[in-house]
């Protein structure tokens, strides 16, 4: 199965001390080409992540999209996706791209000690598997295989190794918050 239409993910930079919401942007890519922008909007450190993307995805490409990029499990702090159920409540295979592991240690212990509903974030983050080596980046994935995950990357990383609908969310999300999208890395 070759992937042709996806949507990346990225959550916009806020301040450390913010607790209120946080804008979540979507690029849709039909082949090498964006196709849609799409904003939303998660809870720092809230339960509403996995529901509010399976949202946005339905607006960009309603019958056309494939899968959905994400850049990593959480946005907003720890929002944790929950990778199962937005493949369940989208209909998409669901792809997490990193460039190195996390340290999981540190997750754990931050989930635990510090955020309120850490347990059931921490349950999350372990359903959805250890992170997988592909393609140069590290993928958590629901709905597809590791092959059809390195034929997606494959296919979307074209001036990285970072798929570009996750490349293009991450400057745009950065370009409406600061002003700018210099000097960020996805």
Same mark, same amino acid.
């Given at each position: 199965?070759?992937? !042709?239409?996806? =949507?990346?993910?990225?959550?916009?930079?806020?301040?450390?001390?913010?607790? +209120?919401?946080?804008?979540?942007?979507?690029?849709?890519?039909?082949? +090498?080409?964006?196709?849609?922008?799409?904003?939303?909007?998660?809870?720092?450190?809230?339960?509403? %992540?996995?529901?509010? $993307?399976?949202?946005?995805?339905?607006?960009?490409?309603?019958?056309? &999209?494939? $899968?959905?990029?994400?850049?990593? =499990?959480?946005? %907003?702090?720890?929002?944790?996706?929950? $990778?199962?159920?937005?493949?369940?409540? !989208?209909?998409?295979?669901?792809?997490?791209?990193?460039?190195?592991?996390?340290?999981?240690?540190?997750?754990?212990?931050?989930? &635990?000690?510090?955020?309120? +509903?850490?347990?059931?974030?921490?349950?999350?983050?372990?359903?959805? @598997?250890?992170?997988?080596?592909?393609? @140069?980046?590290?993928?958590?994935?629901?709905? &597809?295989?590791? %092959?059809? %995950?390195?034929?997606? =990357?494959?296919?979307?990383?074209?001036? !990285?190794?970072?798929?570009?609908? $996750?490349?293009?969310?991450?400057?745009?999300?950065?370009?409406?918050?600061? @002003?700018?999208? @210099?000097?960020?890395?996805?």
């Amino acid at each position: 199965m070759k992937l !042709s239409h996806a =949507i990346g993910f990225d959550d916009a930079p806020f301040e450390r001390r913010w607790r +209120g919401n946080v804008r979540v942007f979507g690029a849709a890519y039909a082949r +090498g080409h964006l196709h849609a922008v799409v904003r939303g909007q998660v809870r720092r450190d809230g339960r509403n %992540a996995t529901a509010e $993307l399976a949202r946005l995805a339905a607006s960009a490409g309603p019958g056309h &999209l494939q $899968l959905i990029f994400l850049q990593g =499990i959480a946005l %907003a702090g720890f929002n944790v996706v929950d $990778l199962p159920e937005l493949h369940a409540l !989208s209909g998409l295979p669901v792809l997490v791209v990193a460039r190195r592991p996390p340290n999981l240690d540190r997750i754990r212990a931050a989930l &635990l000690e510090h955020v309120p +509903g850490g347990a059931r974030k921490w349950r999350l983050v372990q359903r959805a @598997g250890e992170m997988e080596a592909c393609a @140069g980046v590290y993928v958590q994935r629901a709905g &597809l295989t590791l %092959a059809q %995950a390195e034929g997606a =990357i494959t296919s979307f990383a074209l001036s !990285s190794r970072i798929p570009e609908p $996750l490349r293009t969310a991450h400057l745009i999300a950065g370009g409406v918050t600061r @002003g700018h999208s @210099g000097g960020t890395r996805v």
